[in-house]
């Protein structure tokens, strides 16, 4: 009865925290445990520990845990209450990660094992997206456990992609994935080992044929091939390497048309550019002298050189052109290493 009149009041004030209180122990009395920890819960009440405890609410608690992560000066909390049940504190802590990769960040040292134990599926996400988890104690974990794909996986991040190429090749004996890895290093020597790992292994030297035309030239792979080998679908991966190569070629001529038709129209552009009017007036100043190219006196006689990068000079203040250089450049421009000033336009008077 009186839980009924309590609920009546919430029904006018449903954000009234003592009522909600009053709810809660009282649906603590009448043993609905559950009714009560998701009212502690929205309200983030130090009680819910309590409660999950007395009344050993784990099992309740599991489908409720994304509540829990509300608590967020609470983590660490949560995490020692689950000490003893790790297959919940991986729950909580997987999703927590899941929501916010740095909140439980001190704690993805002790997910990988978590994840190794119980959600083998997610250790690898979780080794790609947590950048705070200790990559020495985590190759330890999957080395120990042998779990190749994590193993592999951790040896790349660290560096060490010779060890993780060898794994994919012994281990997992997957030519595609090896050829994938090696594509995604891009390391001659990765491409080397890997040559040398299927030249005795018929089925690695129909996928690497199959697969490194645009990365390593064949003929090295090819010239390799010892002789009396059988190879299953020969014919096959020689005519794809050929057909790879007449598409590269092809690539190439476009491009090659693409370059040249490029080339002409700026070139026509830079002539149109270069055809244009030179405006000479009393704003124009030597560029040696730095005194106004045109005399202030319009009778007199006078020569001013003009380049195409719109610098001028008097012609007397311009070296005299000897012999072994006859033609004249822009001592601006060609100081600078540029190279518009090659061309002259003379104007006289
Ligand atoms: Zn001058
Ligand atoms: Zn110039």
Not at 149 to 160: D, I, K, Q
Not at 161 to 188: C, H, N, P, W, Y
Request: proline share 4%; charged share 30%.
């Amino acid at each position: 009865v009186i839980v009924q009149a309590v609920r009546g009041h919430l029904k006018k004030d449903s954000q009234n925290r003592t009522l909600l209180k009053t709810l809660a122990e009282l649906y603590t009395y009448d043993k609905n445990y559950s009714s009560a920890l998701e009212i502690y819960l929205t309200l983030r009440h130090k009680d819910a520990f309590q409660l999950i405890h007395k009344h050993n609410l784990f099992s309740s608690i599991k489908d409720k845990i994304v509540l829990l992560m509300d608590f967020d000066s609470e983590i660490k909390k949560v995490v020692e209450e689950l000490e003893d049940r790790p297959e919940l504190q991986h729950v909580y802590l997987h999703k927590l990660f899941r929501r916010d990769h740095r909140k439980g960040q001190r704690y993805h040292e002790k997910q990988i094992s978590l994840y190794a134990e119980y959600d083998r599926p997610n250790l690898l996400p979780f080794l790609r997206d947590s950048i705070h988890c200790p990559l020495e104690k985590a190759l330890e974990i999957c080395q120990q456990r042998n779990f190749v794909e994590e193993t592999v996986y951790l040896l790349s991040r660290m560096g060490n992609s010779r060890s993780a190429l060898k794994m994919i090749t012994q281990e997992l004996q997957d030519v595609d994935k090896a050829i994938e890895f090696a594509k995604e290093q891009d390391d001659g020597e990765l491409w080397e080992d890997l040559i040398l790992y299927s030249i005795d292994k018929p089925p690695f030297i129909t996928g690497l044929l199959n697969n490194i035309g645009t990365h390593v030239d064949p003929i090295l792979l090819i010239h390799r091939i010892k002789e009396g080998m059988e190879i299953p679908n020969l014919r096959d991966s020689l005519v794809k390497i050929l057909q790879d190569y007449n598409l590269q070629i092809l690539l190439r001529e476009g491009c090659k048309k693409i370059l040249v038709a490029d080339s002409l129209s700026l070139l026509k552009k830079m002539h149109r550019t270069q055809m244009k009017g030179v405006l000479v007036d009393e704003e124009n100043i030597c560029e040696s002298c730095l005194s106004p190219v045109l005399p202030s006196d319009a009778a007199k006689p006078f020569s001013v050189v003009v380049f195409h990068c719109r610098h001028m000079f008097h012609k007397e203040c311009l070296p005299v052109p000897s012999m072994s250089s006859p033609a004249q450049f822009c001592n601006i421009c060609s100081a600078k290493h540029r190279g518009p000033g090659s061309a002259i336009l003379e104007m006289k008077k």
